[in-house]
């Protein structure tokens, strides 16, 4: 890629420079549109509507864009993804005069994002939350174990992870009920049974993965991006307080599994080729199944938000993607190493993602230490953890040269029990 090329590139739409959506970016999202459900792409404040695109004749394929979701889409592999992002970045591009120079197409296909409301953009089948950050897993092992036990052995080995619950996943706005479950805050008492008392927030991206493979036939580490259809935010609502007794032995149920929302628009790895970056060393060096060379990350800024039902909101967090210790073609080597199929439309979760200072710790177990170090908000008050009516909101971009490549936002208000 040309990237001299990619940020000159401009649209006969006026896109702010502030937006996540300029045409360097042209993520997927499925939106709800007149009762109808249609394939979009994010243009600036509107949507390119996909579907109707198709049917004008505009596209490679009617097919990939009928919905319901993007999943067959995502199968069909990088050859069809990058086809389709060509046309429809020429389609939007300031000398292309097709869309431009014709009103009416331009008022079908052109819809303000205002007038839609957004869907999840795949069905997931499965869903896997990897625990990628080693700041994220010092912090929280020297919590439970102390800095001298804080990674286990085998952390620095291989990227660690669990199967989560696909039916649990919803959309961003969506709202997310305080949990029941069981807690033990004596440990010389029985359990008690009631509402979490420690409900958290976990800023991660996902991969959305694209062709799977054939059961049995591991994806090489070389091929593994080719395998992803793109990346989404992803805060993994958790109820620490039955989370802690609940995990032993064999790891999050409860805890997790009531809401974990994304964000609806799915930016690829080809808009992301221009902010890559080299990782962490990797010390010691990964078996040679999960070795990789050269830049194997993407520098994406992370912010995390808490604005309480009466008050302004506050920024929380500030992180990086590139924090992460294990990359996106480890995650996915790893996982089929054994020959575990992928399939179209499964979620693969980074896992909290905090970098080395305070202010970017990626939860609220980390950022308050467990609830020791209460933090302040606009309005004065404090939060250990979250509270009903609280509105959790993360956002994600890359900064260009007069652009950015965002990924919008995540967000979702706390409520009360039942």
């Not at 409860?254 to 970056?277: D, G, H, M, Q, Y």
Request: glycine content about 10%.
């Amino acid at each position: 890629m040309n990237l001299t090329d990619h940020a000159a590139r401009s649209s006969w739409l006026e896109v702010p420079a502030e937006s996540h959506f300029p045409i360097q970016n042209l993520p997927y999202g499925m939106m709800l549109r007149a009762g109808e459900t249609h394939a979009g792409v994010a243009i600036g404040a509107h949507v390119f509507d996909l579907t109707l695109a198709s049917r004008e004749g505009l596209l490679p394929s009617k097919a990939f864009f009928a919905g319901p979701d993007f999943n067959a889409f995502a199968a069909a592999g990088l050859s069809a993804w990058s086809a389709a992002r060509e046309r429809v970045g020429r389609l939007l591009s300031a000398e292309e005069p097709t869309l431009r120079d014709d009103p009416r197409l331009r008022e079908t296909l052109l819809v303000p994002q205002s007038e839609v409301t957004m869907l999840l953009p795949v069905t997931v089948g499965d869903y896997t939350d990897f625990y990628s950050s080693k700041e994220h897993a010092t912090n929280v092992g020297t919590m439970l174990r102390g800095a001298e036990n804080a990674l286990m052995p085998n952390w620095v080995h291989l990227p660690v992870a669990y199967h989560g619950r696909a039916s649990s996943i919803v959309v961003s706005g969506t709202e997310v009920r305080r949990p029941l479950g069981q807690t033990r805050p004596d440990p010389a008492a029985p359990p008690a049974f009631g509402p979490t008392k420690s409900l958290d927030y976990e800023l991660e991206m996902a991969a959305i993965v694209g062709p799977g493979n054939t059961r049995g036939d591991p994806i090489p580490i070389e091929d593994a991006e080719d395998h992803l259809f793109g990346l989404v935010l992803l805060n993994d609502w958790s109820a620490r307080d039955v989370q802690a007794w609940e995990y032993q032995p064999l790891g999050p149920f409860l805890a997790k599994n009531f809401a974990t929302s994304i964000s609806p628009w799915v930016v690829s790895i080809e808009a992301l080729e221009p902010f890559r970056k080299a990782g962490p060393t990797q010390d010691p060096k990964p078996l040679p199944y999960l070795h990789q060379h050269g830049r194997t990350t993407f520098d994406i800024r992370l912010e995390v938000s808490i604005q309480p039902i009466d008050g302004e909101a506050t920024t929380v967090c500030v992180s990086n993607f590139s924090h992460l210790y294990w990359s996106l073609g480890q995650q996915v080597a790893h996982h089929t190493v054994n020959g575990c199929p992928l399939r179209p439309g499964d979620l693969l979760a980074s896992g909290t993602i905090s970098g080395p200072t305070p202010e970017s710790a990626g939860c609220l177990l980390e950022r308050t230490w467990r609830g020791t170090k209460p933090i302040t908000l606009a309005n004065g008050q404090t939060r250990r953890f979250l509270e009903d009516g609280d509105r959790v909101t993360m956002t994600a971009w890359c900064q260009g040269d007069g652009y950015r490549v965002g990924f919008g936002e995540v967000t979702g208000v706390v409520l009360g029990v039942r």
